[in-house]
């Protein structure tokens, strides 16, 4: 996909003219050749087109062709404080705009837009970041795969940059890494195997530039990961342990933040096994593994400058001759027992070994788990915010300024001792659930116990991972969710050191 600034339009591509209702169209006069600008001021004064929400008028100017030529597309009432978020939304509109009228190449009126939004640089990496994320299909599985390519598009403005060329390449890396993560998450359980997240892994590493190693269970077992290697016993996947290392700040190679992502490739409940029905939905409980995958690569793509360690305890949650059973009592790496109340709680215990081998074997010193891991999340907040813990408030703080750039949304929930309680045993140190009351709570709660005190933050994205409902840049399946705002976080904690 190429990306240009030009003041001038190129013939034969399809013209799109975003803009805020009440726009004064004469404003454009400079950028559209004279025998177009009438046209389209005619249409308009027809029409009374006023550029209202969502209100689009498709312009035939070049009668001989089939094809239309001109869409104006109304954006609606301009808020006060035009967004970054609102304008990916914009480019997500011209993106599906052009990809419904089967454009190849684009010309995007921009000069008034660029003004409104204030940074030229931002405006076409977040173009292309956008087009990129709008341009992924899951269609690996058809015979017939996707045919439509969105090849250039260029942005009508005065405005130039210098670097515009490596600023595109890199938003569109960002964008792939994104795709990388939906991709990740909609390949199947039986393709998307623990063996397969730490080839994928390693892939990843390659491109990008960052260091991965790989452990297998021999391995894992050596390390004293009981809990991870009890909820992964169960299936003949064997597990992978990831580690994925970003060295951006070697001057203080004692300062890490540790990311973790729960990685199992399918859960499918164990002995308390899971309902048949949305069973299927589980290849997804890897989402989080994704996201930290998508987050290094895009981390790495930027060179931020900071260290951060990646764990993914990948693995897969069956039932077998081996597998563990409620009633158990096991052992963790950090040495605290836990009661298995039900074998489907097994996202907390692999993210518990995760977080003690990140901090015993990788030394981070910040850690922020990412994971699928309550269903409770998914009646709490829906698919609309994700629900987050921390023990630390500038952590939450950092992710909420994320916020403004990714497109994703948060909410912070209470961590009161009473909820901590709810994991207490009276068999071992901990039970592995907390019950029905307050799920996403006692669940973020048990792995406070393992962060040791170390400033840690929690993120539940079960309600998040997966989508019936995309917005205008994503597609139905995976999300990708969280890619971006691990990101952001994480530039923002590069920033405030
Ligand atoms: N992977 C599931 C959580 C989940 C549910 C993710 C729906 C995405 C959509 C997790 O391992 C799980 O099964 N959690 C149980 C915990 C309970 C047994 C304490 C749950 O939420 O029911
Ligand atoms: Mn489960
Ligand atoms: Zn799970």
Redesign the pocket.
Known sequence: MKLQLNEKIQSNFLVVIPAWQDFDFNELKAFIPAGIFKVIEAWIQKKEYNWKSDELQYINFNNAKEDKDIILLGLGEKKENFSYNQMQGIFADIYNLAKKNKAKEINVIAEHLIADFGNVEEFIQLAAQTFEECSYEFDTYFEKKQEYLLKKAVFISKKTTENIIELVQNSLLFGQAINLAKQLVNEPANEMTPRKIAEMAQKTGNSYDFEVKVYDEKKISSFGMDAYINVAKGSDNQPRLIVMYHKGDPSNPHDILGLIG?G?SF?S?GY?I?PGE?MG??K??M?GSAAVIGAMAAISNAKLPINVTAVVAACE?LISGRAYRPGDIINTMAGKTVEI????????LTLADAMHFAIKHERVTQLVDI????????VALGGTRAPVLTNQQELYEALQYAEKYSNEKYWQLPTDEEYANLNKSTVADLK?????MA??I??GLFLREFAQDRPWMHID???M??TDKPKAWQQKGATGFAVKTLFYFVKKMSESK
């Open positions: 729960k199992l859960d409940g308390n899971k949305g939905a589980m997804s409980d989402a949650n109340i039900s074998t489907d709680a097994e996202g907390r994971a699928t891991l309550t269903g409770a999340a998914v592995n659930s907390g019950g029905r799920g996403t006692s669940a994205i079960a309600g991972a997966m």
